[in-house]
T-cell receptor
């Protein structure tokens, strides 16, 4: 089992719809969770971070964390064509000692928002 | 505040050569992590430096090494390049010691021929 897994894509949604991206992780000790957006040919851009159970909203983005079920999700409301990108889930998996600088990434989900 | 900068942006090297990549973190950030991104393996952690000390290391061979200077700038070196080292190399900086957000630079695209 991979340490971080994302729902297989690609995901295609119409403009204005809600896009739902999911991620599961294997290590119960994981503490911090991030969503990055990566446009083709560009580097990952941080869009959300979440550290505790529940929902966190930032504009059109909502991150949801459930540590008991070991999943984290990202909802994008009112999806726009400019949201079309690869979305990467990243988890800080504690491996003993100081490991805060190490992020483990999922394979990414390609999202396409069509007009 | 200026973002993370990486130089050079593009590199073409020949098998067997070595290469040094540079990363300047966001001002005030003391943690720098390096990652390799390839289509097949995705984003993989190489190592992290904090206050000039390597704190974590990923599962890469010893040909991959790094260092950090007193001004937090970091370099990574790859010796005896192999074709499989062709990748996008990304560095990310973090402001504090804890499990906080990392911000990526634009990356260095390395091609090994």
């Amino acid at each position: 089992q991979k340490e971080v897994e994302q729902n297989s894509g690609p995901l295609s949604v119409p403009e204005g719809a809600i896009a739902s991206l999911n991620c599961t992780y294997s290590d119960r000790v994981s503490q911090s969770f991030f969503w990055y957006r990566q446009y083709s040919g560009k580097s990952p851009e941080l869009i959300m971070s979440i550290y505790s159970n529940g929902d966190k909203e930032d504009g059109r983005f909502t991150a949801q964390l459930n540590k008991a079920s070991q999943y984290v999700s990202l909802l994008i409301r009112d999806s726009q064509p400019s949201d079309s990108a690869t979305y990467l889930c990243a988890v800080n998996i504690r491996a003993g000692g100081t490991s805060y600088g190490k992020l483990t990434f999922g394979q990414g989900t390609i999202l396409t928002v069509h007009p | 505040k200026a973002g993370v900068t990486q130089t050079p942006r593009y590199l073409i090297k020949t098998r067997g050569q070595q290469v040094t990549l540079s990363c300047s973190p966001i001002s005030g950030h003391r943690s720098v992590s390096w990652y390799q991104q390839t289509p097949g393996q995705g984003l993989q952690f190489l190592f992290e430096y904090f206050s000039e000390t390597q704190r974590n290391k990923g599962n890469f061979p010893g040909r991959f090494s790094g260092r950090q200077f007193s001004n937090s700038r970091s370099e990574m070196n790859v010796s005896t390049l192999e074709l499989g080292d062709s990748a996008l190399y990304l560095c990310a900086s973090k402001g504090a010691s804890g499990p906080y957000e990392q911000y990526f630079g634009p990356g260095t695209r390395l091609t090994v021929t």
